[in-house]
């Protein structure tokens, strides 16, 4: 589970709320909450502890409550579907552009997959409880719920149908990428095994479509527990999902949230986003 839980910090004492938010939306790095107008920030902060969680950290088990929600600042989080045969397959992922738990907003109910950290990171959470009040208070909270939830669906409507329709190499490629915007250096800390279960393939598999990128150049190197990729090739590389995907989602994202610092956007900026 996430360790590390430190509660934030309350000792500005009677300085005005709108000081306390300003103070603690600078140390947020999560998306959703760059843009909430601070009175409606100021209804999650409150209740907010910081958590930080490891590579292979179970979050959320399929079957459980959704509770707590996490607003993620850096990381990534994949959602994982467990299949009869005792197989698993990663059908999103998510970064600090999403919050773990927020459809809790419907109500107390089980997750439908088990949610876990592939990328080390940190996050914001608050109770499905606290949240969901925050929720019924504050438009602007439910706003970014709602674009986060179709930014979800509409991924894993594309993950769908990519597994469907094409390639293994393209697939590992999309996967990578989706993880290197998500991760700040090209050198990506992710083993066979997390790619085996993200693309859906045995070990074997991994292992061949590896040694097909790093001869097109798109991997330079390999070690344990680590991939170097070099992006370009890896574009070149990736399905037709990947850049569609991103582009819908970075438009959905800047069109209908307000515009939050350049450095807290989800995804690295893309020429194809700034023609549409």
């Given amino acids: 589970m996430a360790n590390g839980i430190d509660g934030y910090s309350r000792s500005l004492g009677a300085r005005p709320q709108t000081n306390i938010v300003t103070a603690q939306r600078k140390e947020i790095g999560n998306r959703l909450l760059a843009a909430l107008p601070p009175a409606d920030l100021g209804l999650l902060t409150p209740h907010f502890q910081k958590v930080s969680f490891e590579p292979d950290a179970v979050l959320v088990r399929s079957g459980d409550e959704l509770d707590p929600v996490y607003f993620p600042h850096s990381g990534a989080i994949a959602f994982m579907l467990d299949m009869p045969d005792g197989q698993t397959v990663a059908t999103t992922l998510m970064g600090r552009e999403g919050a773990l738990a927020s459809f809790s907003v419907l109500g107390p109910s089980p997750s439908s997959v088990t949610a876990i950290a592939r990328v080390a990171g940190t996050a914001s959470v608050i109770s499905a409880a606290k949240f969901r009040a925050a929720h019924a208070q504050s438009a602007a909270i439910r706003n970014v719920v709602q674009v986060h939830a179709r930014a979800v669906l509409l991924q894993l409507q594309h993950v769908a149908a990519c597994n469907a329709l094409h390639r293994v190499d393209g697939r590992m490629a999309r996967w990578l990428l989706q993880l290197h915007d998500r991760v700040p250096e090209d050198l990506l800390p992710v083993t066979q095994e997390a790619l085996a279960q993200l693309v859906g393939v ?11 990128l790093r001869e097109a150049g798109a991997i330079p190197s390999e070690r344990r527990g680590f991939v170097e990729i070099h992006r370009g090739r890896l574009e070149r590389i990736a399905c037709d999902c ?5 582009r819908k989602i970075d438009r959905m994202y800047c069109q209908e949230l307000a515009a939050p610092h350049p450095a807290d956007r989800p995804f690295r900026e893309r020429a194809m986003v700034a023609s549409d």
């Fill in 202 to 212: 045995r070990r074997t598999t991994v292992t061949l479509t590896m040694s097909k």
């Fill in 242 to 246: 990947y850049a569609l995907m991103q």
